[in-house]
């Protein structure tokens, strides 16, 4: 038999009165001043989860109320019994257990890492691969003209040199299974930087820097399969969803979502400045060398212009510190964005 004091409220009425609720294995009797006011199954009570040193609340079938300060006289008569709250009970004595809440910090921190690295690639690709062409298109639209507007130039490409790369394009893209892109080519200018990036949509665009640096033309082959092979396996629409994932969990963690709605805004920028995975890299460069040797094109090229980019990102003139121009941080970008080019060229 277990007593546990605390005070009892009348329906609709705030005056409290003395009273003592007692718990005699599944049964239980309320005594207010000497009188009992209510009896019955202990688990027919509607008991309050305890919530660190807040007074629990009992209510009665009649919407009276006890409440008590007695937590722990609660927890034991709860321990033994087959009620409901029980159960949350045990749950509190694990919470106020500090081994217990390191593990939980543990687990939690464990499962937010694998979360991060493994579970959210995956279900982002899972999702990309299932969406329609259309919702593609859809992401990226207006993206060529916010890039021409804050971060591209206008190629200085002649007519001709243009002319020549659409051709050979337009031939790469022929001989493949184009699964409903449009796929276009641009040509741009991005101060001095050797550079090409696809769009989700199936546009990619060529620097200059890049169309200028490559001898033989089968080199830029090489690098505009790799492009397509980034649409193709939908790395662009993959990394677009991660990202507003990551953005759209960390505005509900600091309780501001009021940005949310503009993360697809942000694709062009994100395309940019951000880099595919090693796995994403890798599987493109695969697709380049398998359509590359199916189209009578040596992979060799592939390799050659790979580390030609690396070069042109690494041989920079010297300068001073203050020095420093938009090129130099353009080029920084390129090496991160682009990493293991040595590995990547030994494949």
């Known amino acids: 038999m277990r007593d546990i004091k605390g005070y009892w409220f009348a329906p609709l009425n705030s005056e409290r009165f003395d009273a003592i609720l007692t718990v005699t294995s599944d049964q239980y009797r309320l005594t207010v001043d000497g009188v009992t006011r209510h009896s019955g199954q202990f688990t027919d009570l509607d008991i309050s989860d305890r919530t660190g040193s807040i007074s629990r609340r009992i209510t009665f079938s009649d919407d009276s109320l006890f409440e008590t300060q007695d937590n722990d006289g609660i927890d034991e008569v709860l321990a033994g019994s087959a009620h409901k709250a029980s159960k949350a009970s045990v749950l509190h004595r694990l919470e106020s257990s500090l081994p217990w809440v390191f593990v939980a910090l543990i687990v939690t921190a464990g499962a937010a890492f694998s979360f991060f690295k493994w579970g959210l690639p995956a279900v982002s690709g899972s999702i990309a691969r299932s969406l329609p062409v259309a919702v593609h298109e859809n992401v990226a639209a207006g993206s060529m003209e916010l890039l021409d507007r804050f971060w591209l130039e206008e190629t200085e490409l002649s007519e001709q040199e243009q002319a020549d790369i659409q051709a050979r394009f337009k031939n790469l893209i022929s001989h493949i299974d184009q699964e409903d892109f449009n796929f276009r080519l641009y040509f741009r200018r991005m101060g001095g930087l050797a550079n090409a990036f696809a769009l989700p949509s199936g546009e990619i665009v060529v620097t200059d820097g890049l169309a200028r640096l490559v001898d033989p033309p089968e080199e830029l082959d090489a690098v505009l399969m790799h492009e397509i092979g980034h649409v193709l396996e939908r790395h662009?629409?993959?990394?677009?969803?991660?990202?507003?994932?990551?953005?759209?969990?960390?505005?509900?963690?600091?309780?501001?979502?009021?940005?949310?709605?503009?993360?697809?805004?942000?694709?062009?920028?994100?395309?940019?400045?951000?880099?595919?995975?090693?796995?994403?890299?890798?599987?493109?460069?695969?697709f380049a060398f398998r359509e590359l040797a199916r189209q009578g094109i040596d992979p060799a090229h592939f390799a050659t212009v790979i580390l030609k980019l690396q070069a042109s990102a690494t041989t920079l003139p010297k300068k001073a510190?203050?020095?420093?121009?938009?090129?130099?941080?353009?080029?920084?970008?390129?090496?991160?964005?682009?990493?293991?080019?040595?590995?990547?060229?030994?494949?």
């Open 236 to 286: 662009g629409m993959q990394h677009v969803i991660q990202a507003s994932t990551v953005a759209l969990i960390a505005s509900l963690a600091i309780g501001d979502v009021s940005g949310s709605g503009e993360l697809i805004a942000g694709v062009p920028a994100f395309l940019l400045q951000s880099n595919y995975s090693r796995k994403s890299e890798a599987s493109a460069d695969a």
């Open 321 to 347: 510190p203050d020095q420093k121009t938009e090129d130099d941080a353009e080029n920084a970008d390129y090496l991160s964005t682009h990493p293991d080019s040595q590995l990547r060229a030994k494949r």
